[in-house]
């Protein structure tokens, strides 16, 4: 069964500092990543996804991520982060047969410092 | 093109009461799956149904049923009600199609309190 991990459960950062949220997946095979978003009392934003091919990926809002098997990582990135990316993100995979099954991470709760 | 909605956004129960939640996918999207956020359990999946059948199901237990109907519109029951159900009830639809890489988009939930 597949599984993800999601090693910081709070980060605090500065308004203007990069950001790196970490995840680690164990799949065997080739997964299928997600990275959502969560503002308080809302539903999941997805931010971006890897299928396949080019290993960083762009999406919305300025952040990116970076597929890695050798390390079984995916982890999120924005190099400027901003007052409104506070909030609450999480790392799923899903896989080729049940992909509309995610598996998420337990998320990484983002505070940004003004 | 409008979201995923779903109906009610609260809801407050008591325990041994059963409730039923509904979702209205993305036009188009004929696929929706259920999952149900904790604080201590985090998401879980509950279950997926495509053209009116369950193709998937998580790991809870048989209170937690659901149904999709032709519009693709789908709901959810559980029944018997215990505190622990209490959580925000994630739906999310895509459109499935064989061999295509897909997403799922998330509705706003519907928090569920059982008293």
């Known amino acids: 069964a597949q599984s993800v991990t999601q090693p910081d459960i709070h980060i605090t950062v500065s308004e203007g500092a990069s950001l790196e949220l970490r995840c680690n997946y164990s799949?065997?095979?080739?997964?299928?990543l997600f990275w959502y978003v969560q503002s308080p009392g809302q539903g999941l934003q997805l931010l971006l996804k890897y299928f396949s091919g080019d290993t960083l990926v762009q999406g919305i809002k300025g952040f990116e991520a970076e597929f890695k098997r050798s390390q079984s990582s995916f982890n999120l990135r924005k190099p400027s982060v901003h007052w409104s990316d506070a909030a609450e993100y999480f790392c799923?995979?899903?896989?080729?047969?049940?992909?509309?099954?995610?598996?998420f991470g337990s998320g990484t709760r983002l505070q940004v410092q003004p | 093109k409008a979201g995923v909605t779903q109906t009610p956004r609260y809801l407050i129960k008591t325990r041994g009461q059963q409730v039923t939640l509904s979702c209205s996918p993305i036009s188009g999207h004929r696929s929706v799956s259920w999952y149900q956020q904790t604080p201590g359990q985090g998401l879980q999946f509950l279950f997926e149904?495509?053209?009116?059948?369950?193709?998937n199901k998580g790991n809870f237990p048989g209170r937690f049923s659901g149904r999709q109907f032709s519009n693709s519109r789908s709901e959810m029951n559980v029944s018997t009600l215990e505190l622990g159900d209490s959580a925000l009830y994630l739906c999310a639809s895509s459109i499935r199609l064989a061999g295509v890489e897909e997403t799922q988009y998330f509705g706003p939930g519907t928090r569920l309190l059982v008293l």
């Open positions: 799949y065997g095979a080739t997964p299928y």
């Open positions: 799923a995979v899903g896989r080729y047969t049940g992909r509309r099954a995610l598996t």
């Open positions: 149904y495509f053209s009116e059948t369950q193709r």
